[in-house]
């Protein structure tokens, strides 16, 4: 099960790693869309950041639309409409919930997925986050039918969105400001399926630690 506390650790553990990852993320991003990824993330959550306080005596659902609605009107470029959509919708299919069990982790997934797509009309093998979600999805849901533990699932998914990340280095982008450059997109991995990982990366980590 996931538990508010658990929530809350994931988000504060996304904060951490994405300011980590600020300068990576941004070095990934200079090639091929405006040099600004790492900066954006880090901002958004920062922002995010300084609403724990008040974020931690709610529910998971208003803790995943608050980080939503946060990253809308603070993170520049796409990342802050997708992100934000994600967050806002993976807080609605959360709604009501005290506990999240694996089969709710999912969804929530399902969901984050869902409003990028939504957002961004992107598919897969287009050089977006959605080369590195789509799979996290699938093994999750796979994981799931497995009976795999809540930590096995997130590993995993993680696990896939890191092959899918890495799978975005020899594609051609056909959406976003990497679209522009044409063949020139190709051998570089995309920022955005980087951030996608490291927020998965977070969520594995955190269930992980309940063992």
């Not at 990028?116 to 598919?123: C, D, E, Y």
């Not at 896939?160 to 976003?176: C, N, Q, R, S, V």
Request: hydrophobic fraction near 40%; glycine fraction near 10%; aromatic fraction near 4%.
């Amino acid at each position: 099960m996931m538990t508010n506390e658990d929530m809350m650790r994931w988000l504060e553990r996304t904060a951490d790693v994405l300011a980590e990852n600020r300068v990576y993320l941004t070095q990934l991003d200079s090639p091929i869309g405006d040099a600004d990824h790492g900066v954006n993330m880090d901002r958004g959550f920062s922002a995010v950041r300084s609403k724990f306080s008040t974020m931690e005596t709610t529910d998971m659902a208003t803790m995943l639309k608050t980080v939503g609605s946060t990253l809308v009107s603070t993170v520049g470029g796409a990342a802050g409409p997708l992100y934000g959509t994600a967050y806002l919708r993976a807080g609605g299919v959360v709604a009501g919930k005290q506990e999240l069990t694996s089969a709710d982790v999912v969804a929530m997934l399902e969901a984050f997925l869902g409003g990028i797509v939504a957002r961004g009309k992107a598919q897969p093998g287009e050089k977006t986050m959605v080369d590195a979600l789509t799979p996290a999805l699938a093994t999750a849901r796979q994981a799931l039918d497995e009976g795999a533990s809540l930590a096995e699932l997130t590993r995993r998914a993680s696990a896939a969105a890191e092959e899918g990340m890495k799978a975005t280095i020899p594609m051609l982008a056909t959406k976003g400001r990497a679209s522009y450059l044409g063949e020139r997109s190709i051998g570089h991995q995309d920022p955005g399926a980087t951030s996608s990982w490291l927020i998965l990366r977070s969520l594995a980590e955190v269930c992980e630690s309940k063992k």
